[in-house]
């Protein structure tokens, strides 16, 4: 295992996620009969303005949503299996306990939005800017996160187990209780997030090649057993 305490990270930024929304958007009243009225009941949305709906439980599996922006919305429950998003921006959303299993997000962006319990099983996230949210207890098993940033985000009791990272940059996330088996974090600057009681190997193998800063790399070597002196 190569942990790199405090050393300089070279890894590549993320892209940007820029999710390009035009400027003028149709505003809808709420999702679910926004797509019966407008989209004749074919999931296929784009350039719309969403506030406000609460449609918690409600199934949007295999749901295409592009250049839009949604906003203050409750889809806690919902079942977004399979859905496509690209060119999204959500803010103040609560998506707790909903059904992601297969999604694809695309130059997407989330500003203050709750994941709580969310299945994102074989997700993939690319272009994906997350800030001021919570991913606690989610499951992102498998999934694919390649251009992806967070901050100040709470990934606390999230399951991460083998999934696959690239250009990936964290930012006061906070990783308690969150499980990373087999999932390599080669290349990741962990010295602005909070760890503890992360799940790993018994190797650690999954933390050779990150970067962590002095305090965290002695909560690790202790952790393996060896006996760090003040």
Known sequence: MSV??????AARRPASASPAIPGELACADGLAAWIERECCGDPVVAHVLLE???????DFSLLEMAESRVRDCRFAGCDFSRALFSDVAFSGCDFSNAD???ANFTRCTF???KFTGANLFEAVLRRVEAGDSTFAYASLAKARLEDFAARATDC???DIAEARLKRVAF???R???TSFFRTSLAGVDLTACQLADIVLSDAMGELSGCTMDLYQA???ARRLGVVVKD
């Open 171 to 173: 930012d006061d996330v």
């Open 218 to 220: 002695a909560g690790i």
């Open 156 to 158: 606390s009791h999230a």
């Open 4 to 9: 790199n305490p405090a050393a300089p990270h």
């Open 52 to 58: 406000g709906d609460d449609a918690s439980g409600t």
């Open 175 to 177: 990783f308690a209780g």
């Open 111 to 113: 500003s203050s939005c």
């Open 100 to 102: 992601f299993s297969e």
